[in-house]
Structure formats: structure tokens, C-alpha cells
């Protein structure tokens, strides 16, 4: 069983910065792919980025590609998500999602999910 906390969503300002982090539980957490997913008001929930175990490949989607960056540090069982130049359409409720050999953008092959973090851009 692997459980998954977020934190560090807010309110930031367009062209800002947040970094949030996804502390997880479980033994074989060092495993697992990493991902992260978004879900805007009355859209469905999309896929952001992710990060396979070993932490030397990363996979983004193209609206966020530059702006945002994926990271693991396996001895604290933590990913990262640092997001620079944030947009207001970049406002959503962020999921992190754990899976064991995930297709990447496939939110149904993560198995544990978190319970989501709010960021808000203004404009």
C-alpha cells in the first residue's frame, strides 16, 4: 500500500512560482513511477508530468514543457513538481498519482492517488 500527501499549492500571481511536493508511504515507493495530474473547474483531470523511479526520465506535457520541472529524491520517498511562469490556466486542483510501470499519460494505470492542492494563478 503506498499512501500520497501533497502540499505546497496556494494563490500565486501570474508569472510566478510555486514548487509542490508529494511526500509518499510504502516500502517499495522507490519503485514506483511518479506522476502528476491536474484538474481545472469543469475540465477533465489531465496528466502534467512524470518521473519513472530511477529518476533519469521525465515526461511533461507540452503545455507545461519549460515551465515546469519534475524531480525525486528516493531516500525521502518525495517528488517534486518546481512550477516557474505560472499562468492563469495553469490553475487546478494537483494530483500526484503513483504507479508501478504506468503508460505515462494514462491516469488509470496509477494505482494511489493523493488527495489533490490547490493552485490558483490570478492575472
Known amino acids: 500500500q503506498v499512501q500520497l500527501v501533497e502540499s505546497g499549492g496556494g494563490l500565486v500571481q501570474a508569472g510566478g512560482s510555486l514548487r509542490l511536493s508529494c511526500a509518499a508511504s510504502?516500502?517499495?515507493?522507490?519503485?514506483?513511477?511518479m506522476g502528476w495530474f491536474r484538474q481545472a473547474p469543469g475540465k477533465e483531470r489531465e496528466f502534467v508530468a512524470a518521473?519513472?523511479?530511477?529518476?533519469?526520465?521525465?515526461f511533461y506535457a507540452d503545455s507545461v514543457k519549460g515551465r515546469f520541472t519534475i524531480s525525486r529524491d528516493n531516500a525521502k520517498s518525495t517528488v517534486y513538481m518546481q512550477m516557474n511562469s505560472l499562468k492563469p490556466e495553469d490553475t487546478a486542483v494537483y494530483y500526484c498519482?503513483?504507479?508501478?510501470?504506468?503508460?505515462?499519460?494514462?491516469?488509470?494505470?496509477?494505482?494511489?492517488w493523493g488527495q489533490g492542492t490547490q493552485v490558483t494563478v490570478s492575472s
Open positions: 518521473i519513472r523511479w530511477s529518476g533519469d526520465s521525465t
Open positions: 510504502g516500502r517499495t515507493v522507490p519503485l514506483y513511477t
Open positions: 498519482a503513483a504507479g508501478r510501470n504506468p503508460m505515462i499519460k494514462v491516469e488509470s494505470q496509477y494505482s494511489y
